[in-house]
């Protein structure tokens, strides 16, 4: 199955500083790549998603980022606020095969400090 | 409320009692994931239906965990003579065959503790 790395687990930053979150995975024919935010006692949500033909996308504060050569994507967000705060997951479908099951990283705690 | 619901929110039971959870997708979408999450930990796959067709199964899952979704609606994960390491959130998210873009929209998931 997909082999799939969340880095770091925890990351502690200052309201207004910048963010940035790395997964790498293991499949060279995946070609989605989500990253869902997960708060406190709540449900994961899809926050921003990019495909293997786009190298960044952007959605105000929130960027996602990708190499495909070196199979790693990455989360940045920027002018960080106490909102922030929660665990972020990246997660990898298999790029061949019959199946559409994601892969998630094992998560980021992200503590935006005001 | 038209997102993933799950029922109960949380659990309780004794060691070897069977427990189960419902889980109801978004209405329009064919598939349905069952995941586990401890804490500290990413979601972990158990399961997943396309409609009323159980695809794939976790290596992971055991013989004690049972999943059905008998009209391609709904969705029931058993846990018959629980463990306490089956002690976890339960959560289903369902998504709409999109090809390679597969949103899943969680459900708030099914807090269980086997004491």
């Known amino acids: 199955g997909e082999n799939v790395e969340q880095h770091p687990s925890t990351l502690s930053v200052q309201e207004g500083d910048s963010a940035v979150i790395k997964c790498t995975y293991s499949?060279?024919?995946?070609?989605?790549f989500p990253w869902y935010k997960q708060e406190l006692g709540k449900r994961p949500q899809l926050i921003i998603d990019?495909?293997?033909?786009?190298g960044e996308k952007k959605d105000q504060r929130i960027a996602v980022t990708l190499n495909k050569t070196a199979k790693h994507f990455s989360l940045h967000i920027t002018e960080t606020q106490p909102e922030d705060s929660a665990v972020y997951f990246c997660?990898?479908?298999?790029?061949?095969?019959?199946?559409?099951?994601?892969?998630f990283g094992r998560g980021t705690s992200l503590i935006v400090h005001p | 409320d038209t997102g993933v619901s799950q029922d109960p929110r949380h659990k309780i039971t004794k060691r070897g009692q069977n427990v189960t959870f419902r889980c109801d997708p978004i209405?329009?979408?064919?598939?349905l994931y069952w995941y586990r999450q401890t804490l500290g930990q990413g979601p972990e796959f158990l399961t997943y239906?396309?409609?009323?067709?159980?695809?794939?199964k976790s290596r992971l899952l055991s013989d004690r965990f049972s999943a059905e979704r008998p009209k391609g609606s709904f969705s029931t994960l058993e846990i018959q003579r629980t463990e306490q390491g089956d002690s976890a959130m339960y959560l289903c998210?369902?998504?709409?065959?999109?090809?390679?873009?597969?949103?899943?929209?969680f459900g708030s998931g099914t807090q269980l503790s086997v004491l």
């Open positions: 499949d060279s024919a995946s070609n989605y």
């Open positions: 997660a990898v479908p298999p790029g061949r095969g019959g199946s559409y099951i994601p892969t």
């Open positions: 209405s329009e979408h064919n598939r």
């Open positions: 998210a369902s998504s709409q065959d999109r090809g390679i873009d597969e949103k899943l929209f």
């Open positions: 990019i495909r293997s033909n786009v």
């Open positions: 239906f396309q409609n009323e067709a159980q695809l794939e």
